[in-house]
């Protein structure tokens, strides 16, 4: 009878084995996501190890398994029969492992497993049986793999335990692999660009506003042009060689490319790839603030966008804003300055209805348009103007541009008006930015005959400053007069609360919610005919609430 039960000891000890190998697959993919979701740089994704340090790096189930091990290798052997340890080792480990949790919850954004994602894979799998098959290796052959349970079990635990760091050695063993078919990749595309002497290339930056100024300027352009443009947020090296190498070819005349930066040198390093004809620098702000350190730093680093320019080269900029100003000073380049208040292209009588916004154009010389689109914001009037700017470089007329320009679409999840049954969203759920997110409550603001309501977890990546600007934040919600602040994330949201009741915005409207889906369980019961929402954001699930 004892040896019946201590097989079913031992198959539950195997059973247990596979558990805790599914929670290591788990807990790994978990951390790939992660690394994915910081662009797989090792530093970024280092120090958000340490913002999760607890919640996710070494959770206290580790700790409890831990002191278990211990208490069944000093104390369980003189105590317990090696069937209990057995079934002890089962029951805890199945409590705890079986159950997916962070691991196996519904992603905003799913893990993307692209080749790189692949290769990544493949090494983490491999670091990851290194200790578990030499030891478990060497017990198998001694015939003591489920005889003395505590140490295999031990083993695939600390091995589930070490995803993290293992995910990061893993980028780290990959890289020369991914630098060399990168460089592979960008060399291709060089020569590409080399055997299309006529192509006109165009290069945009900013703080915020690129992707919505890119498909802008393809509008416009298109209406004469054949046009190459990067989709969505392609503005790193390998987005823009992406498209170079796959997209491109001999019928475009022009290419439009988004340029990225989150540190210094990465303008260089882009235009290195592909060297601008005209160049767009729309703003500076103070996202990712917290890897550049000052505006100044962020408008030198943008400003190379106009120092790679060839000579007779054209920049056009955001007359608006001094930072871009400040870069535009070379002599050898023509300068197109656009803007709301000054500059050779300005915009003036801005208005917004249910159908979108409506503005009048003027190009100094005395020639105006009434331009209408269904882009939202002042923030869009100044894209619109900055692609007039564009398009008068190409030669295209004010009255051309104002009628394609009615046929924008709106970029996806920025200022985007969605019908929904009987209310309106007002979807700018990309990453928003402290220009962008007072624009979208203005626009809020100016809807009427329903209630309005806004739902954001506040923004990111604005370093030292961030809690000042969801503070202020806050207080643009307050003072907006609209019906109801739903708040996402118990303490990310803390300092737009506290800068929504410095107004005096009524607290019984104001509503926090723990997640993006509680919220809208709540919406669902609580909008009727008429009401508007803004969703202000939408952060990533790297991002914790």
């Excluded at 949790?101 to 905003?108: D, E, P």
């Excluded at 767009?280 to 730093?297: D, K, M, P, R, W």
């Excluded at 307050?478 to 009741?501: N, Y």
């Amino acid at each position: 009878m004892y040896a019946t039960y201590h097989v079913i000891a031992e198959a539950l000890t195997g059973i247990l084995l596979l558990i805790l190998l599914r929670h290591s697959m788990l807990r790994g993919r978990f951390f790939l996501h992660r690394l994915q979701q910081n662009g797989y740089k090792r530093n970024e994704y280092a120090a958000w190890m340490r913002t999760r340090w607890t919640a996710d790096v070494m959770p206290g189930v580790y700790a409890w398994i831990n002191i278990l091990f211990v208490a069944l290798l000093f104390w369980g052997r003189g105590m317990l029969t090696p069937t209990s340890v057995h079934v002890i080792l089962f029951v805890f480990g199945a409590v705890w492992f079986l159950p997916g949790g962070t691991y196996t919850a519904m992603q905003k954004k799913p893990i993307a497993f692209t080749p790189r994602m692949m290769r990544l894979a493949a090494a983490l799998a491999v670091l990851s049986l290194i200790m578990p098959a030499a030891l478990l290796g060497r017990m198998s052959m001694a015939g003591r793999l489920l005889d003395e349970p505590v140490l295999p079990v031990f083993t695939m635990v600390t091995t589930a335990l070490l995803q993290p760091f293992l995910v990061w050695l893993a980028a780290v063993v990959t890289a020369p692999v991914e630098t060399r078919i990168q460089n592979g990749f960008i060399a291709a595309a060089k020569r590409k660009l080399a055997g299309l002497p006529d192509l006109k290339i165009i290069a945009i930056t900013g703080s915020y506003g690129k992707t919505s100024t890119k498909f802008v300027m393809k509008t416009l352009l298109t209406e004469r042009f054949n046009v190459c443009v990067t989709p969505g947020s392609y503005n790193t090296p390998m987005g823009i060689t992406k498209v170079i190498n796959d997209d491109l070819d001999a019928t475009h005349q022009i290419l439009i490319l988004e340029m990225g930066a989150r540190y210094a040198g990465n303008i260089d390093e882009l235009c290195g790839i592909a060297r601008p004809d005209v160049s767009v620098f729309s703003n500076v702000g103070i996202a990712h603030l917290e890897t550049f350190g000052s505006q100044a730093a962020i408008a030198e680093t943008k400003g190379a966008i106009i120092r790679h320019l060839p000579p007779g080269g054209t920049a056009v900029v955001n007359a608006d804003d001094p930072l871009v100003m400040g870069q535009a000073t070379r002599t050898d380049i023509s300068v197109m300055a656009v803007g709301l208040h000054t500059g050779r292209l300005r915009a003036s009588d801005i208005r917004y209805d249910a159908s979108g916004c409506h503005f009048r154009v003027s190009d100094g010389t005395g020639k105006s348009v009434r331009v209408s689109t269904r882009l939202l914001g002042a923030h869009n009037v100044q894209n619109i103007l900055l692609g007039f700017g564009v398009g008068l470089t190409f030669g295209l007329r004010l009255e051309t541009m104002a009628l394609a320009a009615s046929r924008i679409e709106p970029v996806e999840h920025r200022l985007q008006l969605k019908p929904a049954g009987p209310y309106t969203i007002i979807d700018d759920a990309f990453n928003s930015n402290p220009v962008g997110a007072a624009n979208a409550v203005e626009v809020l603001r100016s809807f009427t005959g329903g209630r309005r309501v806004i739902v954001t977890p506040g923004m990111v990546e604005l370093g030292e400053v961030e809690v000042a600007e969801n503070r202020r934040f806050g207080e643009a919600i307050g003072r907006s007069g609209i019906e109801l602040a739903i708040l996402v994330g118990l303490e990310r949201s803390k300092p737009i609360a506290e800068g929504i009741r410095a107004t005096g915005f009524p607290e019984d409207r104001i509503r926090v919610e723990a997640s993006l889906f509680t919220a809208n369980e709540f919406l669902r019961t609580w909008l009727q005919e008429g009401d508007v929402v803004l969703y202000e954001n939408d952060l990533p699930d790297v991002y914790a609430g």
